[in-house]
């Protein structure tokens, strides 16, 4: 089991940045696929985007060439980087850890994300 702590969110004006770092209890090399999800009120959880326990990443249409997410692993941390942010990204931001060949998942609590003037 994989513990996951999430952390840099915060209100940001549109067209600004944030970057989003999550951080697991353990080694995440090889191990697991990681990935970010949002979940504005009254919407349904969405994937935003994952990076392979490889690194081959994929992203939602809605933030493609404006997100990046990226992994350290000797650090144990996954980072999602977010530029010229929209009202319509404001969120609940989650870590996912999926386990490689299992049908293992782990989540954060959450980070909030609010893109306003």
């Known amino acids: 089991q994989v513990q996951l702590v999430e952390s840099g969110g915060g209100l940001v004006q549109p067209g600004g940045s944030l970057r989003l770092s999550c951080k697991a209890s353990?080694?995440?090399?090889?191990?697991?696929?990681m990935g970010w999800y949002r979940q504005a009120p009254g919407k349904e959880r969405e994937l935003v985007a994952r990076?392979?326990?490889?690194?081959?990443?994929n992203y939602a249409d809605s933030v493609k060439g404006r997100f990046t997410v990226s992994r350290d692993d000797a650090k144990n941390t996954v980072y999602l980087q977010m530029n010229s942010l929209k009202p319509e990204d404001t969120a609940v931001y989650y870590c996912n850890a999926a386990r490689v060949g299992t049908t293992y998942r782990y989540w954060g609590q959450g980070t909030q994300v609010t893109v306003s003037v």
């Open positions: 353990g080694s995440i090399s090889g191990i697991y696929a």
């Open positions: 990076i392979s326990s490889g690194g081959t990443t």
